[in-house]
């Protein structure tokens, strides 16, 4: 961590912007989800604004640690939101885990090294999209809830028409 009391509002801008743009790619995945592009790019530029308004307040580094504390178990709401249970099938774990990544990254672009946070962002979103494709091409696993009927055989269950 290399702190912000010698960024200047410039390379703040910089380091917000590159935020902005990792969060954007590493939505790219998850743009027909609820917890998409837009969910990705705010994630990352809310983290990344907590993580330099803390720094520039507190200026320790001890105080910037629980900040990031505080982010880390903040947004699992945000990703327990994506979260959906239907019958046996939980459904949005991965976008969770992604809205997880995505506040590292804002972290890591404020308060560590944007390079680093630019070279991670499209790796995670590159290596999810080649996952999710193996998953569906070598292990036919798809990420559709069937109909009850589709279920029994042909016959739907009591009580649904």
Not at 27 to 32: A, E
Not at 55 to 78: D, H, K
Not at 137 to 157: A, I, M, N, Q, S
Request: glycine letters at 14%; charged letters at 20%.
């Amino acid at each position: 961590m290399d702190g912000l009391g010698e960024v200047g509002s410039g390379e703040l801008l910089v380091r917000l912007l590159v935020a902005g743009c990792a969060g954007i790619i590493l939505g790219l995945p998850y743009r027909k989800r609820p917890g998409g592009v837009r969910t990705h790019y705010l994630v990352t530029l809310g983290a990344a604004l907590f993580c330099t308004t803390g720094a520039n307040l507190v200026g320790r580094e001890a105080e910037t640690l629980r900040i990031i504390q505080g982010i880390a178990s903040g947004i699992g709401f945000v990703g327990a939101a994506s979260v959906l249970k239907k019958g046996r099938a939980i459904f949005g774990i991965t976008t969770a885990a992604s809205i997880w990544i995505a506040a590292a990254v804002g972290c890591e672009v404020a308060l560590g090294s944007p390079l680093l946070a630019s070279v991670v962002a499209p790796s995670v979103a590159l290596t999810s999209w080649l996952v999710g494709l193996l998953e569906r091409r070598v292990f036919h696993r798809r990420r559709r809830l069937r109909r009850p009927r589709e279920r029994r055989g042909g016959h739907e269950e009591p009580g649904h028409q």
